[in-house]
């Protein structure tokens, strides 16, 4: 393999960090991927999380002829391998690559480019079935910047490390890492918390990353507890939005909307079939949720869709057993009869 990869004195140093875990079917040509980059001057950080297949292997088939690294940990997760990553790197710039993900060849030459002036580029990004782009372009400075937060929130622009460079200095200075003790919502609560610290904001509306896998899918798998965890995350983004003195009309509503729609998928998500829970034990929950009084206060803005609308009159009317059924058959549908749950998803 030739060395393609220099070393230069007058330009940023980027620390691209991915983390792998039984990524073989993904990881070659996420890393060709990589030296294929038109930006030259960075190093490349492989945490292997204990993966179990041929991962390692391939990782260091590469280590002696490109300025790659590799950390070996026993299985902890995504958000411990970031952090592994972000305490060995040397870069002025941080960039956060997925082993099962690709990023645009010119991806890092642009985001350094506008790196120059700001503390944070974000740029859009592509999935198997959808694009996502930021609502906004250019520089903005932090102000500016929260008075579209709720818009970009939802766009799905946020949450991800992925689509956006770091400065390594305010990582470094301020102590921020990834939360390892949660499996939800890591993500947004490490973007929360470098926002915090930055000044100015340079918005891409240009899809420089793209995610090959449906990662954070609610029809993929159960998630267990997954209305605490959502109830945890808004309480954190309101939070940090009073802090800036963010959480204008505009954005309390995008914002309310958004966690509306996440009470729903958290009901949903009861009646997935890996669901260990008896049928009794589901039904107890879903009331749980059903009568928790930050749902109670959400039933405004439960307007995005027909689900929503219905599920918030049966909130309002303390319909519980309509809601069960409701959701046994949403999700007897999606199982048995994919397509027509498709349509009737398309009639929201």
């Known amino acids: 393999m030739k060395k393609v990869f220099q070393i230069s004195f007058d330009k940023p ?17 996420c890393i060709e991927n990589i030296i294929a980059q038109t930006y030259k001057h960075i190093e490349v950080i ?20 490109h300025p790659f690294r590799l950390i070996n940990q026993e299985n902890k997760g995504a958000a411990s391998a970031r952090n592994r ?32 002036h700001a503390d944070l580029v974000i740029s859009g990004y592509e ?35 992925c689509n956006k460079m770091y400065r390594k200095d305010i990582i470094e200075t301020n102590g921020i890492k ?19 610290h930055c000044k100015s904001i340079y918005l891409l509306q240009e899809p ?36 800036e003195n963010a959480l204008t009309n505009k954005n309390r509503q995008q914002i309310e909307t958004i966690y ?32 928790d009084e930050e749902t109670k206060n959400q039933l405004p803005y439960f307007t995005d869709s027909k689900q929503a609308k219905l599920f918030s009159r049966l909130i309002e009317q303390e319909r519980h057993l309509r809601a069960f059924i409701f959701f046994q058959i949403k999700e007897f549908l999606r199982s048995h009869f994919h397509p027509i749950f498709q349509f009737l998803r398309k009639l929201n």
């Open 46 to 65: 492989f945490v292997n999380d204990g993966s179990t297949d041929r991962s390692k292997r391939i990782i260091e088939r590469y280590i002696n002829v």
């Open 260 to 291: 509306a729609n996440a009470l729903l998928h958290a009901a949903t998500n009861l009646f997935h079939k890996q669901n260990p829970y008896t049928v009794k034990q589901r039904f107890q929950k879903l009331i749980a949720i059903m009568n």
């Open 178 to 196: 990834f939360c390892e003790e949660m499996v939800l919502g890591e993500d947004l609560l490490f973007n929360l918390a470098y926002l915090a």
């Open 13 to 29: 140093l980027v620390s691209i960090i991915v983390p792998v875990y039984n990524a073989e079917h993904f990881l070659e040509t």
């Open 127 to 161: 999935t198997i079935h959808e694009t996502y782009m930021p609502t906004i372009a250019g520089l903005y400075d932090k102000a500016d910047f929260l008075t579209h937060f709720g818009e970009l929130f939802q766009k799905i622009i946020i949450p991800s490390p």
């Open 85 to 116: 990553g972000l305490e060995a790197a040397k870069g002025s710039y941080i960039q956060f690559v997925d082993a099962d993900d690709l990023i645009k060849h010119d991806a890092i030459e642009k985001h350094v480019q506008k790196m120059e």
């Open 208 to 243: 420089l990353y793209f995610y090959r896998t449906n990662k954070n899918s609610l029809t993929h798998s159960y998630q267990d507890d997954l209305f605490e965890r959502q109830k945890a995350l808004f309480q954190a983004v309101r939070k940090f939005l009073r802090k």
